[in-house]
Nanobody, 116 residues
Framework: QVQLVESGGGLVQAGGSLTLSCTAS????????MGWYRQAPGKQRELVAS???????NYADSVKDRFTISRDNAENTMYLQMNSLKPEDTAVYYC??????????WGQGTQVTVSS
């Protein structure tokens, strides 16, 4: 069983920045893809950004040019640098990891609140 632990959420004013971290309990070299999802109240969970084991990234249109996803294999940690935050970015952010032949893994979520 892979454990994913998120940190870094909080309350920030519009235009501010936050960095989320997701640390895995295993060597993330074995994870095909890692990603960040978010879920706002009354809305479905949506993909924010993802990064493959080879470093290929993908972003939702709503966060392109504002958010940056990265991974530090030595620290078994994935990051999401969020700049120019908007109130509509308010949500619970979840870390996700995919490994071949296994069901996806999820973190417990971290709240991000952006005030206007």
């Amino acid at each position: 069983q892979v454990q994913l632990v998120e940190s870094g959420g909080g309350l920030v004013q519009a235009g501010g920045s936050l960095t989320l971290s997701c640390t895995a309990s295993i060597n993330i070299f074995s994870l095909n893809r890692m990603g960040w999802y978010r879920q706002a109240p009354g809305k479905q969970r949506e993909l924010v950004a993802s990064i493959t084991a080879k470093g290929r990234t993908n972003y939702a249109d709503s966060v392109k040019d504002r958010f940056t996803i990265s991974r530090d294999n030595a620290e078994n940690t994935m990051y999401l640098q969020m700049n120019s935050l908007k109130p509509e970015d308010t949500a619970v952010y979840y870390c996700n990891a995919e490994r071949q032949f296994f069901n996806p893994y999820w973190g417990q979520g971290t709240q991000v609140t952006v005030s206007s």
